[in-house]
Nanobody, 124 residues
């Protein structure tokens, strides 16, 4: 499956942004999916995960209450709604897919497919 993320940009602190990730080949419901990010000079980290049906979700503590992950399987699209953005949210954001089922109770780690990232920059 090929993943294409979009929606990044330059925003001010407190603003909102929505990222999208389109999965090719009718991937839709066949994969658990997640968002990850990598800030300059730091390792890539888990942000949010969602199971195949979209019912179960899990968030990193750093984004809980501000970010919301969702998916539209009919459109083969994953979303990340980011509200109350902070300068520390600045990073390249990646979407990823995993063949395995996901309970939505832990951070995703070993994903099968990765998309190219989209840069989010939050100014103070």
């Amino acid at each position: 499956v090929q993943l294409q993320a979009s929606g990044g940009g330059l925003v001010q602190g407190g603003d909102s942004l929505r990222l999208s990730c389109v999965a090719s080949g009718g991937a839709g419901i066949r994969y658990s999916m997640g968002w990850f990010r990598q800030a300059p000079g730091k390792e890539r980290e888990f942000v949010a995960g969602i199971n195949k049906s979209g019912v179960r979700r899990f968030y990193a503590d750093s984004v809980k209450g501000r970010f919301s992950i969702s998916r539209d399987n009919a459109k083969n699209t994953l979303y990340l709604q980011m509200n109350s953005l902070k300068p520390e949210d600045t990073a390249v954001y990646y979407c990823a897919a995993d063949r395995a089922s996901y309970s939505g109770t832990y951070p995703l780690r070993n994903m099968d497919f990765w998309g190219k990232g989209t840069l989010v920059t939050v100014s103070s």
